[in-house]
């Protein structure tokens, strides 16, 4: 077919729309190319108690049974810790035990728009900072207000004190060689700071190297979408993980089907999480079961993970 140069053009116009619109809507349909985060297997495993979790009493009693269980954290309050220091650190000698976190344990709260009562909170804070830095913790757990606590309004303004308090706190904790974290609570205990991204951001706007930030798997059931979406957005300002059942906040394990950790604990590997997932529960049976029962549930699903 005999083809002139003003159809050839034509043809070669309407054939290259027609290939634009192929490529957009390539485009629109393929998959958008994502970057998948490294996972070495530089993650590891470091189980940690809370200080009421072993059934003994006497401080190096609790200290045997984990360490037969391979538990290589402990968690204290930090209510009188200043005055235990000597004691820690005796109990822990020569033995494959560190201090992890330190929960709590201050007076008074961070957004009381009382200042008495928000100064007893820092002045408190910064005891227990100075004490968790000397036992080698990576830092005191801090939630900035309870829903039962007065406090201010949940503002923009509030968030700006909020940044300005941690800005001096951290740089406290920074000169002792630890941390203070911060930890989001389910909306039935706290009506700020609910979930890991939210904490990721306050200590992003904070800016100091003293301010970090943790998950507690029993809080993220409430009000996360993904256990692994939630870990990742902490980042490397994630410190910290707590870990219960996620149904009556026992022992993993305690609820069934519904301990399921295996999402989370990928997103921890993606990260290269260094720190400890430490148990923050009671038990509901016997701890003689519930308790190795519930450190190998956690062991199979991070070998799953």
């Not at 820092?122 to 830092?139: D, N, Q, Y």
């Not at 203070?180 to 009506?191: H, K, S, T, V, Y």
Request: with cysteine; glycine share 8%; charged share 25%.
């Amino acid at each position: 077919m005999k083809t002139n140069r003003r159809d050839f053009i034509k043809t070669l116009a309407v054939g290259t729309a027609l290939a634009g619109i192929g490529g957009i809507s390539n485009m629109c349909t393929s998959k958008p190319k994502i970057t998948k985060m490294s996972n070495n297997n530089k993650a590891v495993l470091n189980i940690s108690f809370q200080e009421s979790t072993a059934p003994q009493k006497e401080l190096n009693a609790k200290l045997d049974y984990m360490e037969k269980l391979g538990v290589t954290g402990l968690e204290p309050g930090g209510a009188n810790l200043t005055n235990r220091i000597n004691e820690f650190q005796q109990a822990l000698r020569n033995r494959n035990i560190k201090i992890s976190a330190i929960c709590a344990g201050f007076g008074g709260w961070l957004l009381a728009d009382d200042p008495a009562v928000k100064e007893e909170c820092i002045r408190t804070s910064k005891e227990i900072l100075a004490a968790a830095g000397e036992l080698g913790s990576v830092g005191m757990i801090l939630a900035p207000a309870f829903n039962y606590q007065k406090s201010f309004p949940h503002t923009l303004e509030t968030r700006e004190r909020l940044a300005d308090d941690l800005r001096m706190l951290g740089e406290f904790a920074y000169q002792h060689n630890t941390s203070l974290i911060l930890e989001p609570l389910n909306r039935r205990e706290a009506f700020y700071l609910r979930q890991l991204a939210d904490a990721a951001s306050i200590c992003r706007d904070v800016n100091s190297p003293g301010i970090a930030c943790m998950g507690d798997f029993w809080h993220m059931t409430f009000e996360e979408t993904s256990d692994h979406g939630a870990f990742i957005s902490g980042g490397d300002y994630l410190k910290h993980v707590h870990i219960a059942s996620r149904k009556r906040r026992s022992m993993p394990g305690e609820d069934g089907d519904a301990d399921n950790y295996i999402d989370g604990f990928k997103g921890l590997k993606a990260l290269n999480y260094p720190g400890y997932i430490s148990f923050e529960c009671g038990s509901k049976g016997d701890k003689a079961v519930t308790i190795p029962a519930a450190v190998k549930l956690i062991r199979e699903q991070w070998e799953m993970a």
